[in-house]
């Protein structure tokens, strides 16, 4: 007999439609699988025969075949298990096969016929709606996940014989929402009112967050750049629901959404150390997973200690930081992956990190050439906002008075995020960051007296194409804050000032 069965498998972040087609029919007993499948998969005949025999349903001695198609794509992790199981008892007529119409299966199954969770159960319910599946049959670990995607009926299983039972005409018992753990809930964020001196520093941030600029920060150690860092999700804006959407979508297919029956609400933080390797940070493996990037995606991605990370691995935040996303290429085929992210990143100016003090700074010029050569120029390019600071004095460390907090800072931030919203309205630019070179006149216009002046720093501090067009788009961001349709000079100064710094230490 023959049976079919709708599963779906993950390929980047999009879901892909699979068939299960079981076959038996006599002939020399064997029980062959087919179509592409990686390791996991063909262990999934083990698996299934196993739990199959456990649960009291043993493969009798025929010719079993299974094929997955379209035979071209690549079947990779452990949901194939029982959409596998489930078309070989369809076939041999142990469950009614009409139950399986306009239904999608997925789940792994233990050697005694328990279902357990997958990854990536977001993004492939989410497909099943779009194509018309009426029901999806899914571990009930993943309960919770799926049914942040309304409108679908869902069936969350907990073994073999369950599956079974309710296919064969037992009304599925509908299982009581499990409660959020507390390990999901909300903890209270570092605060900005913590953070004691560093006044320009703290105003450099609020503009970087204000547009999503890119921000570096030149300190020496112990200067408080780990600390400011720790505090941006504080004054980040809320995620709208598309971008919950897609941020959870990502953290699925890692297997790192929270099962708390919510979409991710926070913007991601992601602050991976050093040691990191390229494929850790761009995503990696044969089939790939998404990596740092990409987990900080419609985030903060920070980077402390900037030149300690391999110079291979930061070439590759190049490309992700101008097209917001990543392409990896690999031998089962092209993978991206969203990568629209605000890079933070800090650093000390030399080993010792006190360079240009030369009375504490005891660094050679070659290794502080070296140190910093570890930063490459087009990358350095790619920051809107650079900043430096001295070391904190004494009475601002000690001082009482009331620090501005996080909630104070991230109502500005919001206001000005609300006009450049009303601004871009009819466009598919977010932020001031995203507004392309053919826009700038559009939303950068300057006067003729500006343009002069922006032609003698364009001049003098040899700036890229890209470096002049950051700096008008943080000069639009500050012009924003400060509530004005037009920049003023006030404002490109500023913008300017955020450009030099770098300059001081490279050139």
């Known amino acids: ?126 497909k099943a709606k779009e194509i018309g599946i009426r029901r999806c049959i899914l571990p009930y670990g993943n309960q919770a996940e799926a049914k942040l995607i309304p409108g679908i009926d869902l069936w969350a299983v907990e073994d073999l014989k369950e599956l079974i039972s309710c296919l064969n005409g037992r009304p599925y018992p509908v299982k009581a929402f499990p409660e959020e753990n507390e390990m999901f809930r909300r903890n209270a964020e570092p605060d900005f009112s913590e953070l004691n001196g560093q006044k320009s520093v703290r105003r450099a941030c609020e503009v970087a967050v204000s547009g999503m600029h890119n921000f570096l920060m030149i300190w020496p150690p112990g200067s408080g750049k780990t600390m400011l860092a720790k505090r941006i999700p504080g004054i980040l804006p809320p995620m709208t629901e598309k ?164 909630a104070e800072i991230r109502n500005r931030v919001m206001q000005a995020l609300e006009r450049q919203r009303f601004r871009f309205r009819e466009t598919e630019i977010s932020y001031n960051s995203q507004i392309s070179s053919k826009d700038m006149e559009r939303y950068c216009r300057l006067s003729c007296s500006q343009q002069i002046y922006m032609k003698e720093i364009y001049q003098k501090l040899e700036l890229s194409a890209r470096g002049y067009y950051k700096i008008l788009k943080t000069a639009r961001t500050i012009a924003d804050l400060d509530d004005c349709a037009d920049i003023r000079d006030c404002h490109l100064n500023e913008a300017v000032c955020y450009r030099i710094q770098d300059k001081k230490y490279w050139e």
């Open 1 to 126: 007999m023959y049976s079919q069965i709708t599963t779906a498998t993950v390929c980047g972040l999009k879901s892909v439609c699979v068939q299960v087609e079981a076959d038996v029919c006599d002939g020399m007993p064997v029980f062959e699988m087919v179509g592409f499948l990686s390791s996991e998969v063909k262990e999934a005949r083990e698996r299934v025969r196993t739990a199959l025999h456990n649960c009291g349903y043993p493969l009798p001695a025929k010719r079993i075949t299974v094929n997955l198609s379209p035979a071209d794509v690549r079947k990779s992790g452990s949901g194939f298990d029982l959409p596998i199981a489930a078309a070989i008892l369809a076939a041999l007529g142990k469950i009614r096969q009409d139950a399986l119409k306009d239904t999608l299966v997925l789940g792994e199954i233990s050697l005694n016929g328990t279902v357990q969770p997958i990854r990536g159960v977001l993004p492939i319910v989410a």
């Open 243 to 406: 971008e919950r959407l897609e941020v959870s979508k990502i953290y699925s297919v890692c297997g790192m959404l929270p099962q708390s029956g919510h979409l991710i609400d926070r913007r991601p933080f992601r602050m991976p150390h050093h040691t990191i390797s390229p494929n850790g940070l761009s995503g990696g493996g044969i089939v790939p997973k998404p990596g740092e990037i990409s987990l900080a995606h419609k985030g903060v991605l920070f980077l402390d200690e900037l030149p300690e990370y391999k110079k291979s691995t930061l070439e590759i935040l190049r490309q992700p930081m101008e097209d917001k996303e990543i392409t990896l290429v690999r031998q089962s085929g092209t993978y991206r992956y969203p990568a629209d992210f605000m890079l933070v990143a800090a650093m000390n100016p030399c080993k010792c990190g006190y360079y240009p003090d030369r009375s504490r700074c005891r660094c050679r010029e070659a290794e502080i050439a070296g140190y910093l050569g570890k930063v490459s120029k087009p990358l350095l390019d790619r920051m809107d906002i650079c900043v430096e600071a001295p070391v904190i004095r004494y009475e601002e460390l000690t001082g009482t008075k009331a620090n501005e907090s996080s």
